[in-house]
């Protein structure tokens, strides 16, 4: 089997391109390669294997480069373009003629000065934006499908709450981060508080599942993973794993106003919560967006905990995600406090 260092090495070179690409930039994350070339962005799956995610052989990177075009059409129809081969005849190409050795999803490139996050350093994201994001997520939530193939999840809702085995999950593979990225004492504090308001709010959950509002959603709507174009565009959706997607609507509204109460833009998180209510009409998601954002921060502080174990990345980049994920975990705290 091809070494994956290999084919990004490939990719790095515009002898891989069937076009002139021009500047060729790579950008990594836990789980892909993303290559950006002038017009479009070529996105390989990296094979690991994090247990909730499984994209450890060729046919399954396929299979989820097939569902992530697909299911991220339904907000970003023009961005995802196609599923492409990366193949080896005398050198390493995508959609060349030899051995299809890789897969990749092709976008069409947006400028990264458009991401949300950018913006949002330079102070150029206010309310009329916040107001769009909010109508267009509502419109979503009010559109996906509500209905569930429990066999894709692995166990029956009605018996156990989704909530619970995230959770359970989160717990699990956070514990070899204790004393690196959260403290012995916040994991301890998280775990009992979250332990005890899902215990404690059962019927909650299982009202907002009787009542449509646990569906097929996006699963990471945070600023990174938005741009404010000449439209706005929501990408990313998670394609690797069903039962972490379907969820509360809560937790995508609540991953959000999380994500900008982080960037210490508290006045736009709850403006966000306000316009999205306002389309929804989803007024009990407010009750447990406090517990939907510890969920949210706590996931953070896990993915970005993982890139401590990345062997693609260097040291200062291992330091620099250390200490964000610490800030993720401390925040995650915060709410669980507030859930008390």
Known sequence: MLDQNEIVEALKKPSA???NPGKIELIQTHISFVFLTEKFVYKVKKAVNFGFLDFGSLEKRKKFCEKELEINRILCKDMYLEVVPITKSDLIEINGKGKTIEYAVKMK???????MNRLLEENKIGKKIINRIAKIIAKFHLKIEDKINSGNLGY??????IVEINWKENFDQSQPFIGKTI???NFELIRELIDDFIENKKYMFRNRMANGRVKYCHGDIHSGNIFVADQ????DAIEFNDRIRYSDVAADIGFLAMDLEFKNKSMLASYLVEKYIKYSGDKESEKLLPFYKCYRAYVRGKVVSFRLEDTNIGINEKEKAANEAKAYFNLAAKYAKILA
């Open 109 to 115: 490139r947006i400028p990264q000065k458009y991401l």
């Open 232 to 235: 706005i565009y929501i990408f």
């Open 183 to 185: 403290s012995q004492k």
């Open 17 to 19: 391109y069937k076009f």
């Open 156 to 161: 029956h809702p009605k018996i156990d709450p």
